[in-house]
């Protein structure tokens, strides 16, 4: 289906789904893409590939593409079709005059993680020297933002610590709230050829994942954890250590912080947090936990693998330290075949929070409110620059439901389906003067926006995207932008006709200025990138080849810091009404909200989601395989079929997210994260029922 002729020539790009950044050459004949072939040379995939990055293309040339700019008066009024002069100039109108009436914290943006770095950075550009305040944030809000503050906390910088070569030489792998089979699967296959080579697997996960059992793959031991409880499971693994003297005090004495150290090991040793004492809370046998916990401290090299299932928690950012705290403890950092790391999900949440477009932090994770940091911005800019925070997601909709938040830029992302507590979302759009969204398709959000602004894909653009190992590729121009320009100039078109001072000719020009106000990336070039095919940050004067492995000899901070990392329930309960915890995932063959992935010719791939229940929960139901149930939770309710199976516990529902249909994010609590607001996807309280479908 896909090949539509003999190739004429090729280039060489990196996948735009998820964070494993495969290099592939898109062979082209003229301006048509012919297929896209796995490139051998490419540092994160030697070749090898997954079925969307090779085959879901063809949303890039799907007619559902809207490629001339729209703009309208009201969002319940038809759209306009205009020049892109015109809608440029009606939306920097709009941002003028609303800022002159309501103040200029009054405006913001939101990024997106499948936009290249550079457009990243233009983004926070255009909204601190532009819109002159900190409003800009990232869609790694509702994923991977807790990644940002645990590992920062406990040493230094919010990034995995190891390349993905490293898993060949790790003698135990914990996975942990991930489903790389499915969410990573070109790393997955790596991580599974060092299984079969004899490497020991621990999986804690509600779910009996792939990876428990899958073809000369078995875990050692499945850790089957209540949705809520990772930390409670990671401090009783963290007493297990501590209590039977498996610490390794050599790396704690010359590495860490000494102190918290000493407060850590007294905290997690206390009785009440043994795996007996958690064991009512996590549901998951005590004698299991010490097993696996003597494993990971004394099986040689081991590595922590761990995705959205640790984050999207109210103790996100909690569990991503209690993660940090047994690595340090076991003195399983700094070297290869150990680390802690975070898979990342989109093809660039890792650039995107690296580009500063987090509310409170520059380039590199450097807080707004350190002064040289600031200046330094501002003397190149040309402007003040706050050093207040700006509005975090979440922190919009509520002030636009306020009336103090009245224009939103948003990038490449569908927050209406995205984001969590869809009737939230919907009132703070409906509140707004001015939302601008940029995207492929006119998306669900794009019913509120009063200018659309067509978007570009990845094969139209140049460009870096930076995957879950720190590696930055190059995004190669394939075929010239359908809707005349990368997205990266419309942000460009944009901040011009506010006023700003911005003439970038190409995205190496903001690629260089990351590198002259960045000191993880001041080595980093584009000509670096062609000789090198890719580099890894940090990357500067200490390290000019790049970093492969981080926090050798000593941690980004100096000495790692243990944090304490209390337990705390969620507040989400389960009760009469809503008596199963609904948590969620992907599938392999969809991404996100099925955008790209539905629009593409290969309809074997559009599986709709289904509900998995345990047989004892649906036969007190009455509900049988491939019935329709309504899902119902305290936020709303959807429908879908069901699939009875035992990889689910009694009492868990599990399900994906891909289908808009089904929107499970109708369902999905307002709770989040208590550092970060990343929204506590993976646990709502639910009730089950039959129903005669949607
Ligand atoms: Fe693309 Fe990820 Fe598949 Fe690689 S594993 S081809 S990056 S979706």
Sequence with gaps: VIEIGTPEHSVVTTCAYCGVGCSFKAEMRGEELVRMVPYKDGKANRGHSCVKGR???????????????????????????????????????????????????SVGAISSSR?????????????????????????????????????????????????????????????????????????????????????????????????????????????PLRPGTNVAMLTALAHVI???????????????????????????????RSPEAMEQTTGVPADLVRQAARLYATGGNAAIYYGLGVTEHSQGSTSVMAIANLAMATGNIGRRGVGVNPLRGQNNVQGSCDMGSFPHEFTGYRHVS??????????????????????????????????????????????????????????????????????????????????????????????????????????RRVMAPKNGYADWEVTQLLARAIGMEMDYKHPSEIMDEVAQTTPTFAGVSYALLEEKGSVQWPCNETHPEGSPIMHVGEFMRGKGNFVITEYVATDEKVGPRFPLLLTTGRILSQYNVGAQTRRTQNTVWHEEDRLEMHPHDAEQRGVRDGDWVKLASRAGETSLRAKITTRVAPGVVYTTFHHPLTQVNVITTDFSDWATNCPEYKVTAVQVSPSNGP
């Excluded at 809608?87 to 103040?103: E, F, L, M, P, V």
């Excluded at 390794?248 to 102190?259: G, H, I, S």
């Excluded at 040309?382 to 700006?390: L, R």
Aim: proline share 4%.
């Design 55 to 105: 085959f879901a293309t063809g949303y890039a040339t799907h007619p559902d593409r809207v490629l001339e700019p729209m703009i309208r008066e009201k969002h319940d009024q038809p759209w306009q079709v205009v020049s892109w002069e015109e809608a440029i100039g009606y939306a920097a109108s709009k941002i003028k005059d609303i800022q002159a009436r309501y103040g200029q914290g």
């Design 370 to 475: 350190r002064d040289e940091v600031r200046e330094t911005f501002e003397s190149l800019w040309g402007v003040s620059i706050s050093s207040e925070p700006g509005l975090r997601i979440p922190n919009m909709f509520d002030s636009a439901i306020d009336g103090t938040f009245k224009g939103l830029y948003v990038q490449g992302e569908d927050i209406l389906q995205s984001d969590p507590d869809t009737k939230h979302v919907s009132a703070g759009l409906e509140n707004l003067e001015l939302l601008i969204v940029q995207d492929l398709f006119l998306n669900e959000t794009a019913n509120y926006a009063t200018v659309f602004l067509p978007g570009s894909t990845f094969l139209e653009k140049d460009g870096t995207f930076t995957n879950a190992e720190r590696r930055i590729n190059r995004v």
């Design 242 to 272: 501590v209590t039977e003297g498996l610490v390794d005090e050599t790396f704690v004495r010359e590495r860490c912080e000494w102190d918290a150290f000493q407060d850590w090991a007294a905290f997690v040793a206390d009785e009440n």
């Design 115 to 223: 936009c290249t770095n550079e457009e990243v950075y233009l983004m926070q550009k255009i909204v601190r020297a532009g819109f002159r305040n900190n409003n800009i944030d990232t869609c790694a809000r509702v994923c991977h933002s807790p990644t940002g503050y645990g590992l920062s906390t406990t040493y230094g910088t919010s990034a995995g610590t190891q390349d993905f070569d490293s898993v060949e030489e790790s003698d135990v792998i914990l996975v942990i709230g991930a489903n790389p089979t499915d969410g990573h699967p070109v790393f997955a296959s790596r991580m599974k050829k060092r299984l079969r080579q004899g490497a020991r697997l621990i999986v804690i996960d509600p779910r009996r994942i792939d990876l428990v059992k899958t073809p000369h793959v078995e875990a050692d031991y499945h850790l």
